[in-house]
């Protein structure tokens, strides 16, 4: 398993793997909003956390295509579906070891760009927090749409467009931690104690439905 | 070996052909029970009186809310075949599943629709980000997903199999959402626009919805039977020219 | 003022989705039928390939 996680890592990190795409994504797509939004400060400030957090969204989905297709190709997803381990766990295995590679450096960036749309400091902490325990929800639960994608002649927009909804409470529960954080009357733990529970549930549901997508759409 | 006699009872439920003499028995009666309750129900809506506090436009609930009932309800019931499509490897579930979300996805329109319309006269916008026009919302989003899924797939079983995953999860999914959007909600509420809810039914109101309602589920089933069979017809052609294919190539 | 503009919209906009999901389904369903006439008459028998199409 840890042979599994390390060699996933090497090759997201690797030249071609999606990591610094998503990064690059990330940076892009909040860099544009100030040119859409129009570059006052203020404003900026307020809807900071809420773009970072889209940005984050979006990055994140766009690398989960990637999660079982290169075994699809190289043909390594049949010998992980006739593995003696279950394959719930390599499921799991494998989107920490995509979580790690594409996720982390997001959150790793996001304080940057914070900074870009003049957030202080405490909605920066805020959204780096939030960010780093809903972040792994949106991985397991794209694990399911990453799954399906594999039985797909063409998956790509289309996992996307079905993962999306179903990741609308993480948006949420994050965005609206990270405006707790800021704004006085609201408080920080309810809606980030949710998220977390919400990530703890998607940690279940996300590889039990990858794995079941994942052997049906074999044969 | 219990196991094994339940296994061939559901094999026998499942037969296609079974299936399509039951439908073409009951679909008549479906159909006229439609007919006769539309007609009942819609009397019924047009016949009485307005409430005082929103007027004649409470007359938009009468289909308001069964398509809302129905957008549902729907869903529940492709949740129902995914497990028969996981669990039994039901061939009619696959079909069940498949015929039902365009089905669940116009009456979710619907509701959006006549949402939209009701809300216009009431709140004075088209749109308002109310918690369950959001969530009903999202639900749209996710039939039009799932029938973009089944249509991208060449292979009907195994486009069944993968939709029914994703159908479930969605089934799990879904109050998580709703609890999620209504906390949203109440966190964002803008100077209390929403006036609805308000009204407590009474029995003027109650007859025409309830008779409605039930008009919206028959015709639903009837829709949902009739698409049934026409998805299976659909795979009988496929299946037969590839046969008929298959036949030339041999003879050539 | 008169909400009926709205009211007969909302009935005009179910009315209109729901003829079209009826006149959808009863559509492919003649089509369908149409097909298999067909595919009867051109002399695909559909008998003896029974088993192998209920699996699928």
């Given at each position: 398993m840890t042979a599994l996680l390390l060699r996933d890592l090497k090759l997201s990190v690797r030249a071609g793997g999606g990591a610094l795409i998503g990064v690059l994504f990330f940076m892009t797509v909040v860099a544009v909003i100030p040119?859409?939004?129009?570059?006052?400060?203020?404003?900026?400030?307020?809807?900071?956390?809420?773009?970072?957090?889209?940005?984050?969204?979006?990055?994140?989905?766009?690398?989960?295509?990637?999660?079982?297709?290169?075994?699809?190709?190289?043909?390594?997803?049949?010998?992980?579906?006739?593995q003696e381990h279950?394959?719930?766990?390599?499921?799991?295995?494998?989107?920490l070891a995509h979580w790690l590679g594409n996720g982390l450096p997001l959150v790793i960036a996001s304080p940057l760009l914070g900074l870009f749309m003049n957030m202080d400091e405490v909605a920066i902490g805020a959204t780096m927090l939030t960010l780093l325990v809903g972040?792994?929800?949106?991985?397991?639960?794209?694990?399911?749409g990453a799954a399906v994608a594999v039985a797909l002649p063409r998956g790509g927009l289309l996992v996307s467009i079905l993962v999306l909804p179903l990741a609308i409470p993480v948006l949420i529960f994050g965005v609206s931690a990270s405006y707790a954080a800021v704004e006085d009357p609201a408080p920080f733990m309810p809606p980030f104690l949710i998220l977390v529970a919400i990530t703890m549930f998607f940690a279940v549901l996300g590889p039990l439905g990858a794995a079941l997508a994942l052997r049906n759409a074999g044969d | 070996m219990t196991d094994s006699l339940a296994i061939s009872k559901f094999s026998e439920l499942a037969n296609p052909t079974r299936f399509?003499?039951?439908?073409?028995?009951?679909?008549?009666?479906?159909?006229?029970?439609?007919?006769?309750?539309?007609?009942?129900?819609l009397y019924l809506s047009f016949t009485t009186e307005g409430d005082y506090q929103q007027g004649a436009t409470v007359r938009i609930m009468y289909v308001h809310v069964?398509?809302?009932w129905l957008s549902m309800m729907c869903y529940t019931v492709m949740a129902v075949s995914a497990i028969g499509t996981l669990v039994w490897r039901h061939p009619l579930a696959d079909v069940s599943h498949k015929a039902a979300a365009p089905l669940g996805a116009a009456f979710t329109l619907i509701a959006l629709a006549?949402?939209?319309?009701?809300?216009?006269?009431?709140w004075g916008t088209w749109w308002v980000w109310d918690a369950r026009l959001t969530s009903v919302f999202v639900l749209f989003?996710?039939?039009?997903?799932?029938?973009?899924?089944?249509?991208?797939?060449?292979d009907p079983s195994r486009a069944a199999r993968v939709s029914a995953v994703l159908i479930l999860v969605g089934f799990v999914n879904i109050p998580i959402i709703k609890f999620s959007v209504d906390w949203w909600n109440t966190l964002h509420q803008p100077a209390s626009v929403i006036r609805m809810g308000g009204p407590t039914i009474d029995q003027e109101f109650l007859w025409p919805l309830l008779i409605m309602a039930i008009a919206f589920t028959v015709l639903f089933f009837t829709l949902h039977t009739m698409a049934m069979r026409n998805e299976i017809w659909r795979r009988r052609v496929a299946a037969q020219r590839r046969m008929a294919a298959r036949m030339a190539g041999r003879e050539a | 003022m008169s909400h009926t503009f709205y009211i007969a919209m909302s009935y005009a906009v179910s009315a209109a989705v729901i003829l079209c999901l009826i006149a959808w389904t009863w559509l492919d369903g003649r089509a369908r039928r149409q097909e298999l006439a067909e595919l009867e008459a051109s002399g695909i028998r559909r008998r003896s390939a029974q088993a192998k199409d209920d699996a699928a």
């Open positions: 040119f859409g939004v129009g570059p006052d400060l203020n404003l900026l400030s307020r809807i900071g956390p809420a773009i970072v957090w889209i940005g984050a969204l979006l990055s994140a989905l766009l690398g989960l295509d990637r999660l079982f297709q290169t075994e699809r190709e190289d043909g390594s997803l049949d010998l992980l579906l006739m279950p394959l719930v766990l390599t499921v799991l295995v494998k989107c972040t792994p929800a949106l991985t397991f639960i794209g694990a399911v | 399509l003499a039951l439908a073409a028995r009951i679909l008549p009666w479906m159909a006229a029970a439609t007919v006769i309750l539309f007609a009942i129900g069964p398509a809302a006549t949402g939209s319309l009701w809300g216009r006269p009431m989003l996710m039939y039009l997903g799932l029938i973009a899924l089944n249509r991208a797939m060449d | -």
